[in-house]
Nanobody, 123 residues
Framework: QVQLVESGGDSVQAGGSLRLSCAASGFTYSTYSLAWFRQAPGKKREGVAAVGEDGRTVYADSVKGRFTISRDIAKNTLSLQMNSLKPEDTAMYYC?????????????????WGQGTQVTVSS
């Protein structure tokens, strides 16, 4: 059974940093595309960043240069380092896994989801 468990969400001030983590189990981690999505109240879920089986990454324009996605195959973990946070980054952040490789940064390509971790950025 696929399990994705996020952690690391918190409340920070604008300009601050956070590191999100996702612990994965129940599937062949190294062969899946992994991603972070986020959803703010009243808005659609949007892709933040993804990393493919080959390690290639893709980012949403809104986070390029500020966020970094990384995966640790030995530990079956996915991370998202978020720097220079802005109030508009406030959202619930979700870890997701896809058997498509590489998977586009679109929610419909990801079949496995965590429960989410809340990030709140105040101005």
């Amino acid at each position: 059974q696929v399990q994705l468990v996020e952690s690391g969400g918190d409340s920070v001030q604008a300009g601050g940093s956070l590191r999100l983590s996702c612990a994965a189990s129940g599937f062949t981690y190294s062969t899946y595309s992994l991603a972070w999505f986020r959803q703010a109240p009243g808005k659609k879920r949007e892709g933040v960043a993804a990393v493919g089986e080959d390690g290639r990454t893709v980012y949403a324009d809104s986070v390029k240069g500020r966020f970094t996605i990384s995966r640790d195959i030995a530990k079956n973990t996915l991370s998202l380092q978020m720097n220079s946070l802005k109030p508009e980054d406030t959202a619930m952040y979700y870890c997701a896994a896809s058997s498509f490789n590489p998977a586009p940064l679109k929610a419909s390509f990801f079949g496995h989801w965590g429960q989410g971790t809340q990030v709140t950025v105040s101005s």
